[in-house]
């Protein structure tokens, strides 16, 4: 039965006006297509409905949400994207579908009936596609009655279509957020920004992402979809992401093949690349740490529409949240770190520096009695120069004891905190070292502001990092020595050597007690000496972290505070 245009027009309006309230009310992507469905049947008078949506690989018509009268086992198995089809024939051509009587040429050749035991005349069909024209699906409406549905139901169920779309694209972002939220409380960055390189292809149809972060002048990526060669990192002056860092927002090329700003153009003809879209990478203080990019083709990529902005600039939030969250990780366990330090120093230092005592009171004896010997014996001694060249060597040796113990006293004893000089501090430890010709140190922290620390206890930890560094490098070689300012009052000094590296499955044991690199077939005096660094470097209120590919070098990274300037 026809209704009547008037009312029916007004009716139907008035209910699209509610659809959009009663859509955000639900709590899935088929709930709210259900939704859609069941107020496109009201709107229409239409008997059963059908969403089917655009697989992965965009070849696929897939059932997500079926509606209507006395509802039976539909027909729901994956639909391809041809003409097959009158779902299919939408998909293709993208426009809508009114088919008054599916019975007639040339309907009767594709039409594909939902239930096979009843019987359909009239089919409804309109394609969802998004503001990027890029499509997500086709929403199917069927009534056994002939021609059945008009134009206005063809345009009402367009606006359907539309706010379903919109749906479709908001519940997968929502899906995308709660996954990405989950390995964000469990996972360490790096596992973040694979699934976040992930969800921004999917959810934008791009061929690329890449995750970028900040070091010094260029960016270096820390996830990609894609393989950068040796190509690696890219300057923040003059590349396309890194104009998003100088501006600290979004940035969008329609081009990338004339956009003198891509620092990459070989990978992206090889790519096929013909649109890119970065955004920065912002922490909660306004600093900026990276970058978050996506590329495409521009077939399905559109990279300057409302929808890629508002994905990315999400997903480059949440890819901060991974840096924010790493970054209180490692305070909370530095913490925690220097609180255990702490007590196991106030348990065992009064021990330890008594028991050094006490032994420094024995040994101090030593030089007194040989003294004695030489007064008492000195015809003998003379016509024995066995007995005195060994009295001199055990003076000699007493006294290098008597000056051992006295600096692993001072190591023991609480720790008095002042600002300090990197660079002469360095030096103080090169010259303790004395190292062999054939290495070289270059020092290079001038213009870092003092940090605060123990003057002994910071030269103690450089000459534990030179000494090990000259020991992996077999006697030659070159170990570099830097530094930065960094955010939030933290200074960074970098020592890196020429070495061997250390393997990865020993870096996280390298600050054991117990660990030696030489019992796992590494090199280097690897064990007892590092776990004094992070042992100082807690006491200091720092931390230490090594990097190394585990064959060129080895990199620590050591954390100070910075003297704060009243």
Not at 25 to 36: A, C, F, G, H, W
Not at 538 to 557: K, L, M, N, Q, Y
């Amino acid at each position: 039965m026809k209704r009547d245009a008037g009312s029916g027009m007004d009716e139907a309006f008035a209910r699209l006006m509610r659809a959009g309230l009663l859509i955000s009310s639900r709590k899935s992507l088929e709930e709210t297509l259900e939704s859609i469905l069941e107020m496109a049947l009201d709107v229409t008078g239409a008997r059963y409905g059908i969403f089917r949506l655009v697989d992965e690989a965009g070849e696929k018509l897939v059932t997500k949400a079926v509606a209507g009268e006395n509802l039976g086992v539909p027909r729901a198995e994956e639909l391809p994207i041809d003409e097959h089809s009158v779902t299919g024939w939408t998909a293709i051509h993208r426009t809508p579908l009114l088919i008054d009587d599916v019975t007639r040429e040339p309907w009767n050749r594709i039409y594909y009936p939902l239930y096979r035991d009843l019987e359909m005349r009239s089919e409804l069909t309109v394609p969802l596609i998004d503001a990027s024209g890029r499509l997500e699906g086709v929403l199917n409406l069927e009534s056994p009655q002939v021609a059945a549905f008009t134009d206005q139901d063809k345009n009402l169920l367009q606006v359907l279509s539309t706010q379903a779309v919109i749906a479709i694209q908001e519940a997968r972002l929502l899906d995308a957020l709660q996954e990405i939220t989950y390995v964000l409380l469990k996972e360490p960055p790096g596992e973040v920004f694979r699934r976040l390189i992930t969800k921004a292809r999917d959810l934008l149809w791009a061929e690329d992402c890449a995750v970028w972060v900040l070091q010094g002048d260029a960016l270096v990526p820390q996830a990609s979809t894609f393989r950068l060669g040796r190509e690696g990192n890219i300057p923040i002056e003059g590349s396309f992401v890194g104009s998003c860092i100088i501006s600290r927002k979004l940035v969008v090329s329609e081009d990338v093949a004339s956009d003198s700003r891509f620092f990459l153009p070989g990978l992206a003809l090889e790519r096929g690349w013909g649109q890119a879209i970065a955004s920065p990478l912002v922490l909660n203080d306004g600093s900026v740490v990276g970058a978050l990019s996506v590329f495409g083709s521009g077939r399905t990529f559109l990279a300057k529409s409302d929808w890629a902005k508002k994905v990315l600039s999400m997903l480059s939030h949440y890819a901060a949240l991974a840096i924010d969250a790493e970054t209180t990780r490692e305070r909370l366990r530095v913490a925690q770190e220097q609180k255990s330090v702490a007590e196991t120093f106030a348990a065992v230092g009064d021990i330890a520096a008594n028991l050094l005592h006490r032994l420094n009171n024995k040994i101090g004896l030593i030089p007194v009695r040989i003294e004695g010997i030489r007064d008492k014996c000195e015809d003998v001694l003379s016509s024995h120069p066995y007995l005195e060249t060994n009295l001199d060597e055990i003076e000699r040796s007493s006294k290098e004891a008597m000056e051992a113990v006295r600096e692993n006293l001072s190591l023991l004893r609480p720790m008095t905190l002042v600002p300090v000089d990197v660079g002469s501090t360095v030096l103080d430890a090169i010259e303790k070292l004395r190292p062999p010709d054939s290495v070289e140190i270059e020092v290079d922290v001038g213009g870092l502001p003092r940090v605060i620390a123990g003057r002994q206890g910071l030269a103690f930890v450089f000459l534990n990092l030179f000494s090990n560094a000259v020991e992996a490098m077999g006697g030659g070689g070159k170990i570099t020595v830097t530094g930065r300012s960094k955010s939030k009052g933290w200074v960074e000094v970098i020592v890196s050597d020429s070495g061997p590296g250390i393997p990865r499955d020993f870096q996280q044991r390298i600050f054991d007690p117990e660990f030696s690199g030489k019992d796992g077939g590494g090199k280097g005096n690897l064990g007892f000496g590092l776990w004094w660094v992070r042992t100082m470097m807690a006491r200091i209120g720092g931390s230490v972290r090594v990097e190394s590919d585990g064959r060129h070098g080895t990199t620590f990274v050591l954390e100070l505070p910075a003297e704060v300037e009243g």
